[in-house]
């Protein structure tokens, strides 16, 4: 309610900016009769709905299908999208802005960087609302607005990596840099340390904060990470490998083998090991030693990150 307010307050006359961590119309369709949800058949995971386009996208392997018009579980008729998107967005927001110019930008609507320049000089020049993912974050010194949005942000926040908090405060705080009067966050979390922080101006405090967690569970900087991801087009292949490989390592913090986070993708099933190394290094040199001997079934791959960026 208080963002709609703002909104209603600023769009007669001037800017605002609404941040959606995801495009598209919905996160997925869900049958109300037996809870079936699409799913990518070579990723496993749920396509995402674009209502103008009345499609499915898998945001992994970029395989697109006619939005189902029955549930191929029970057959029932009434499948209906969750989740929010920028498209679902705009959609609301010409609902209820009839005379506001209203733009969107993220990769759908505009996937070559002239076309994200353009939008951007129309929306400094007309002003109105600009509804994004974050390719907003691109614009930070070119204009800006009075009143930014963020919403749906607690996914972000709760994703199964280590730097996901690290990865949000970024994205706000330059969100932040934008707003030239108001910045709104939508959250269930309030209480959350890098909303609290935003919301205080107290960046040290999140420092310090996620420093001292990374220090007590051994993640970088204090330590070095390494993902090891097995990766197949069959699944027993990927498990039994990581099995394999666990079970010859030694030295620094094993976690694992486990299916990764992102468990398929573009039909290779994949599974996980991480390994947490002190100042001693013991497991990279065996490690390295590992990979290089290791007979693998025809279409299995092993990767080693250190430090990688992201886990998933």
């Known amino acids: 309610r208080r963002l709609y307010e703002a909104l209603e307050r600023t769009l007669p006359r001037g800017r605002a900016i609404l941040f959606v961590p995801r495009r598209g119309y919905a996160d997925f369709l869900l049958c109300q009769e037996c809870g079936w949800v699409p799913r990518c058949p070579r990723c496993g995971v749920a396509m995402t709905y674009y209502a103008r386009r009345v499609r499915l996208l898998c945001h992994l392997c970029g ?10 579980n ?5 499948l209906r999208p969750r989740g929010v998107g920028t498209e ?11 005379t506001t110019p209203i733009y969107r930008l993220d990769a759908a609507a505009a996937p070559k960087e002239s076309a994200q320049q353009r939008i951007w000089q129309q929306f400094s020049r007309r002003g109105g609302l600009l509804i994004g993912t974050q390719l907003l974050l691109r614009g930070v010194g070119q204009t800006d607005a009075a009143v930014v949005g963020a919403i749906s942000v607690d996914a972000g926040l709760h994703l199964p990596d280590f730097r996901a908090a690290e990865r949000t405060h970024q994205v706000l705080s330059r969100l932040a840099a934008l707003a030239r009067r108001e910045m709104i966050v939508q959250t269930f979390d309030p209480g959350h340390p890098v909303l609290r922080a935003l919301a205080d101006g107290n960046m040290d405090a999140f420092y310090r904060q996620e420093l001292a967690l990374r220090r007590e569970f051994r993640y970088p900087p204090y330590h070095t990470l390494i993902n090891l991801v097995v990766s197949s087009p069959a699944a027993d292949d990927a498990r039994d490998i990581s099995g394999r490989l666990a079970a010859s390592l030694s030295g620094g913090d094993i ?3 486990s299916p990764a986070p992102l468990a398929r993708v573009r039909g290779r099933h994949r599974w996980q090991i991480l ?3 002190g100042e001693e290094m013991t497991a990279r040199p065996r490690l390295a030693e590992l990979v290089r001997t290791l007979a693998l079934p025809r279409g299995a791959k092993v990767s080693v990150d250190v430090d990688p960026v992201e886990l998933l």
Do not use: H
């Open 255 to 257: 976690l694992g083998p």
């Open 88 to 98: 679902r967005v705009e959609r609301a927001a010409r609902r209820l802005f009839r």
């Open 275 to 277: 390994i947490k190394e």
């Open 63 to 72: 395989r697109e299908v006619p939005a189902p018009e029955a549930c191929e």
């Open 74 to 78: 029970c057959g029932g008729t009434d």
